[in-house]
């Protein structure tokens, strides 16, 4: 007598490639699938020029690869082959939707989502996530047909959506800060008792922050602060160390987020949606610097933290080795300021988006 298969749980496509900020949602929604279905099968939807061919194999997901279509902010060529990418690109995603048996797309903008809604449309039930203050084109395309739509913030554009915060990962929402200092600052080789800055530009660095900050050094070692720098894959940054000063930590890339947040008592940093939620989640103060370019979403981002008082805002062309040396030494030798401005970040994080994104996709599968 053979057995019956056993019964296979639901499989949850996400399409969320490209950039960090479009990936950790969409990992951190497949972590809290996994938690509440054990049984459930997650697939990701990525390209193979974008961090997903890292990111996502790392984290124990498998990745299918399509063809990205890239939206043109500007009338260009690209625009009039758009049909024709975007045809065959819907074509294949279709074909993988089908070999995997998808039973729902979740996507979180960008070029992999747009052809992710195309293809699942009409076919597939679709959920769509939108991180940052103003909406996307995909993200306003796949939100015409879809069955559920959620928002980081108020006001992005899309009409009905449900106001979440964006999905984070366990390792950051259920960050302790304080339990994992000593052992972050050892990690890092940083000062066990100074206060540190912590600066990073995305997961690409960013060269106006590294030009920046790298020169201040000096004005740093000075004040007695610590700083662990993380310059960017593709930059280099030349910091003269001070004897006797807490030391100044230049680092390529940062593979332990938490433990980067953990020896810090404040950020100097992009405000991408994601980095703008992973530092109010764990209650770091912050000093923003927005990304000149793009809808000017970057600032907006960031408007809810610093009205609160847990942030301020640097103007990308105004910060200046000398801007630093002025602003950000000082705030961080008030060590009172400080801590009432993680008290205030603290209250506009959210640290529970993962779970009710989840709980929506796993309804939309049952009806």
């Known amino acids: 007598m053979t057995g019956h298969p056993a019964p296979s ?32 099968r997650v697939v990701a939807l990525g390209t193979e020029r974008g961090l997903e061919t890292k990111i996502v194999p790392a984290r124990g997901y498998p990745l299918e690869l399509i063809p ?34 998808a039973d729902v797309v979740v996507g979180f903008g960008g070029y992999v989502a747009l052809p992710a809604y195309l293809a699942a449309r009409g076919r597939v039930p679709i959920v769509v996530h939108e ?15 879809a069955a559920h739509v959620a928002a980081a913030v108020p006001d992005s554009g899309l009409t009905d959506a449900q106001i979440i915060g964006i999905p984070l990962r366990q390792s950051i929402t259920s960050l302790n800060r304080a339990a994992l200092r000593d052992e972050a600052r050892r990690f890092f080789g940083l000062d066990p008792h100074a206060p540190v800055l912590l600066v990073f530009g995305g997961s690409q660095g960013a060269r106006s922050i590294n030009e920046a900050v790298a020169p201040a050094a000096a004005a740093f070692a000075q004040a007695g602060v610590g700083v662990l720098h993380a310059y960017g894959p593709k930059n280099s940054v030349a910091v003269q160390e001070v004897p006797g000063a807490p030391a100044y930590v230049p680092v390529p890339y940062l593979e332990r987020m938490d433990l980067a947040y953990a020896a ?19 209650g770091l103060p912050a000093v923003f610097v927005p990304l000149p370019h793009g809808n000017g979403e970057q600032a907006l981002n960031a408007g809810p933290v610093v009205s609160a008082g847990g942030g301020l805002i640097v103007p990308d062309a105004e910060l200046t080795p000398e801007k630093v040396a002025s602003l950000v030494v000082p705030l961080m030798a008030d060590r009172a300021r400080l801590a009432a401005m993680s008290q205030a970040t603290l209250g ?20």
Not at 131 to 145: E, I
């Open 68 to 101: 990205p279509v890239p939206m043109p902010r500007k009338p260009t060529l690209d625009l009039l082959k758009l049909p024709l990418n975007v045809r065959g690109a819907v074509k294949q995603t279709r074909e993988v939707l089908e070999r995997v048996g």
């Open 264 to 282: 810090a008592d404040a950020v100097l940093c992009r405000s991408g949606a994601m980095t703008v939620a992973e530092v109010s989640a764990v």
């Open 348 to 367: 506009t994080g959210r640290r529970e988006a993962d779970e009710i994104l989840a709980r929506a996709v796993l309804e939309v599968i049952k009806k």
């Open 9 to 40: 749980g639901p499989c949850v496509v996400v399409a969320g490639g490209g950039t960090a900020g479009h990936i950790e949602p969409a990992l951190a929604l497949a972590d809290a699938v996994m938690r509440l279905r054990p049984d459930a």
């Open 131 to 145: 991180a940052n203050a103003k909406a996307g084109l995909a993200n306003k395309v796949g939100a015409k047909f």
